[in-house]
């Protein structure tokens, strides 16, 4: 699957209006698309952070949505938005154990590597990473997207509900030190956000 990523800050007392928008003509406007597979919403409110993926069953797929979605986008995150930044992602690995919950939470890890080590940091991430987190207490999900061209990527990692997501700090502190060392990538940001919803289908 691919995947593309909506970044928004803006004024906290104003990420409810956004929210509803993305939740209702948003999804309607996903739905509507070709090879749509999915959508999340997750939310900073004390900064005024928002965060959004919509998921896609191809690359043609994603970039065939990229239009309209971009024509509408501004209006949908109207008055909330001061910064607006997008993202396009392979996933690499996709691993559901349950379904997540609204109000659960989502960690996110920022990873910088070389491209042509795309593959090991995949490979790594799938044969050393994966099996610490199956044992985390409330894990939903996990998943790696990366940029092969950019050499980016994101984890994301998501909890049924807030208390699982701030107990596994530390033992995922020591997942992604050991994740890390072993594939050369270097660590560029680690954020927490509440989920709003997070609906995803790979079939």
């Given at each position: 699957?691919?995947?593309?990523?909506?970044?928004?800050?803006?004024?906290?007392?104003k990420?409810?209006t956004a929210?509803?928008?993305?939740?209702t003509e948003?999804r309607?406007?996903?739905e509507?698309?070709?090879?749509?597979r999915?959508a999340g919403?997750?939310?900073?409110r004390?900064?005024g952070?928002?965060?959004s993926t919509?998921?896609?069953s191809?690359?043609?797929?994603?970039?065939?949505?990229?239009?309209?979605m971009?024509?509408?986008?501004?209006?949908?995150?109207?008055?909330f938005a001061?910064?607006?930044?997008?993202d396009?992602?392979?996933v690499a690995?996709?691993?559901?154990?349950?379904m997540?919950?609204?109000?659960?939470?989502?960690?996110?890890?920022?990873?910088?590597?070389?491209?042509?080590?795309?593959?090991?940091v995949?490979?790594?991430?799938?044969?050393?990473?994966l099996?610490?987190?199956?044992?985390?207490?409330?894990?939903?999900?996990?998943?790696?997207?990366v940029?092969?061209?950019?050499?980016?990527g994101?984890?994301?990692?998501?909890?049924?509900?807030?208390?699982?997501?701030?107990?596994?700090?530390s033992a995922?502190?020591?997942?992604?030190?050991e994740?890390?060392?072993?594939?050369?990538?270097?660590?560029?940001?680690?954020?927490?956000?509440?989920?709003?919803h997070?609906?995803?289908?790979?079939?």
């Open positions: 699957m691919f995947v593309r990523t909506v970044y928004v800050t803006g004024d906290p007392t990420i409810d929210i509803r928008a993305l939740n948003g309607d406007l996903l509507e698309r070709p090879g749509y999915g919403v997750f939310v900073d004390e900064l952070k928002l965060f919509s998921w896609w191809s690359e043609e797929a994603r970039h065939n949505s990229d239009e309209v971009r024509e509408r986008r501004g209006a949908l995150l109207e008055p001061g910064t607006v930044a997008v396009n992602y392979e690995v996709y691993h559901a154990q349950q997540p919950r609204t109000a659960g939470g989502l960690r996110i890890t920022r990873l910088e590597f070389e491209p042509a080590d795309t593959d090991l995949a490979d790594t991430f799938r044969a050393s990473v099996p610490r987190l199956e044992t985390l207490h409330g894990l939903a999900r996990a998943s790696l997207f940029d092969r061209d950019r050499g980016s994101m984890v994301h990692i998501l909890f049924v509900d807030h208390g699982s997501m701030a107990a596994s700090r995922q502190a020591m997942a992604r030190h994740g890390t060392a072993k594939a050369h990538v270097t660590v560029t940001g680690l954020e927490e956000f509440e989920v709003v997070a609906d995803v289908h790979p079939d």
